[in-house]
């Protein structure tokens, strides 16, 4: 997909499910996945989102949906430099809209990454509220500086409030970096989960928990 902000291609996989039908009426509900820092558009691949999808769907445990997985060429840009954020929201999100059968309804999009990709959901959830009605980020690090402005994100007028989830191993050494906008965003009583489970931040750890994730993000759709 070719962004105007970036002036570049983003890269993506886009996971359909089995049945997909692009002439369904009422369409799709989708799902941005974000790879970690290092990591490619293959990373949600590789820890078994999509295969589990597939039998999901099949199963009928959960509703069919796409899942969009970009790739971040440029992860080692610091985050106040990048404009990756805003590339996803307003190139991205428009073309993934137009090319494919989805639904348009803000419930049914949700966005969700691990470490790296896992702060730039948790930036665009309260940067574009009105973009993505569920976000999660798993294993995240919190962006430098990120704590100095949920403040002022948090004072910004919206009609829009993202269903919020954070997971991250107890053992996870970004754990310091990450628990005190978790812990800022709790005192100001922002609805969300948080959930702390055994483990660091590894590959062993996400793979672990992906069907915990596909379960949360297709919830009640």
């Known amino acids: 997909f070719y962004s105007e902000v970036l002036g570049e291609d983003i890269i ?3 996971y359909l499910p089995p049945c997909y039908d692009p002439e369904q009426e009422e369409g799709y509900p989708f ?3 974000l790879h970690g820092q290092n990591g490619v558009q293959d990373q949600w ?5 999509t295969s589990l999808a597939d039998e999901w769907i099949i199963s009928k445990k ?3 949906l796409v899942i969009v997985m ?7 840009l610091d985050s106040y430099t990048s404009k990756f954020d805003i590339a996803l929201v307003e190139d991205l999100l428009p073309q993934v809209l137009d090319q494919f059968n989805l639904r348009q309804e803000w419930e049914y999009r949700a966005i969700g990454g691990l470490s790296r990709g896992g702060n730039w959901a948790v930036r665009i959830g309260f940067v574009f509220p009105d973009a993505f009605g569920k976000v999660g980020a798993h294993s995240f690090t919190t962006f430098a500086g990120d704590m100095g402005r949920v403040q002022d994100w948090l004072q910004s007028v919206s009609a829009y409030r993202p269903a919020l989830w ?4 107890e053992t996870d050494h970004y754990r310091q970096y990450s628990e005190p906008l978790v812990l800022y965003l709790q005192q100001n009583q922002i609805p969300l989960d948080y959930t ?3 483990g660091g931040h590894t590959i062993d750890y996400w793979m672990e928990h ?4 596909l379960s949360w993000y297709t919830k009640d759709w």
């Not at 691949?45 to 989102?49: A, E, H, N, P, Q």
């Not at 970009?70 to 080692?76: T, V």
């Open 62 to 64: 959960i509703p069919p």
């Open 196 to 198: 702390v489970n055994p």
């Open 70 to 76: 970009p790739f971040e060429r440029l992860y080692l």
């Open 45 to 49: 691949i590789d820890l078994g989102m």
């Open 12 to 14: 993506t996989n886009v």
């Open 31 to 33: 799902l941005v996945m």
């Open 210 to 213: 992906v069907d915990e994730y």
């Open 166 to 169: 954070f997971d991250i191993g």
